[in-house]
């Protein structure tokens, strides 16, 4: 397998905080629109469906199949370039959203579109609020 790259430190805004402190504790957090029932991510203020602001927090399953992906060989932009190849994918998650990600822990060569995979995080050493808040994480994917 080839080596993995370290994340960049992410950086939590009002609307993405939950996200990035439930990924610090190893969970997939998405949110549910209290009115129309839609499950969205990318993490917002409001609805994209009905832009209703009733939207509650919940952890998904973190379970999803590969819907496309490209491998990529070169990219000479530390930290990836210490990673090619490396897979870049959009994974279909069972609540619904699509979200891009990175598939870790398999050759390159062994992902597939539709594809069972499941989360797995890459820990950061802290939050963007230092040690004040907890650690953040960065979802990712491997085979389930
Ligand atoms: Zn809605």
Redesign the pocket.
Known sequence: MPPEFTHPKPAASWETRAYWEGAGRHELVLQR?G????VQHRPRAI?A??L?SALQHFVSSGRGQVYTFTVTHQNGVPPFRDAVPYVLAYVDLEEGPRLMTNIVGCDPGDVAIGMDVVVDFQDADTSDLGDAGGAFAVPRFRPA
């Open positions: 629109c009115d129309c029932g839609v609805c469906s009905c209703s």
